[in-house]
């Protein structure tokens, strides 16, 4: 009787995990695809100089990717809340700073890079506009985070060209 209740609490256990396992709705290989960028690390300019520093981390069960950014001098603080949206098929970023400025962001990863855009909008001039951050894992272990802002659909500026490195 003693072996057949430890069997059954055996099976019962192990039934139980599986089924929180297979329930884990962040626990599936798309939401895994942005956990390259994961890590302490500090971030340069084109230059090689020191541009802030950035920790990014999973939270709420592995359903996000947290980002906390601060710059090298302190005065600028952002954080993003990146997750793969089930219901678009698509990733999304969510940036706030300390300055009120916000993004939203969506794409997907393509290779080796996650490829995040805003929505059109219109500029001062009247003119649409939207930004496309892409973010490239490389060979050394790096990620490269390239943020160009894309006026008429042709013409590019570059707004933040920075490598990250890790500590």
Same mark, same amino acid.
């Given at each position: ?38 890590? $302490?690390?500090?971030?340069? %300019?084109?230059? &090689? +100089?020191?541009?802030?520093?950035? @920790?990014?981390?999973?939270?709420? =069960? ?55 855009? $805003?929505?059109?909008?219109? %500029?001062?001039? &009247? +003119?649409?506009?939207?930004?496309? @951050?892409?973010?490239?894992?490389? =060979? ?28």
């Amino acid at each position: 009787m003693k072996f057949f209740l430890n069997t059954l609490f055996i099976l019962l256990f192990s039934l139980t995990n599986y089924a929180q396992e297979t329930n884990c709705k962040c626990c599936k290989e798309k939401h895994n695809e942005f956990d390259f960028w994961i890590g $302490t690390w500090t971030v340069y %300019n084109t230059d &090689g +100089k020191v541009v802030g520093k950035n @920790v990014i981390d999973k939270i709420q =069960d592995n359903c996000i990717l947290r980002e906390n950014w601060t710059s090298e001098k302190g005065n600028l603080t952002g954080t993003s809340n990146n997750f793969y949206n089930y219901d678009t098929k698509q990733w999304e970023q969510i940036w706030i700073d300390n300055q009120g400025g916000n993004l939203h962001l969506k794409g997907n990863r393509v290779r080796n890079q996650m490829i995040l855009l $805003t929505d059109v909008a219109n %500029n001062k001039e &009247g +003119k649409p506009f939207y930004h496309r @951050v892409t973010w490239t894992l490389n =060979d050394d272990g790096t990620v490269r985070q390239y943020w160009e802002t894309i006026t008429d659909d042709k013409d590019i500026t570059v707004a933040f060209d920075g490598l990250y490195k890790k500590e």
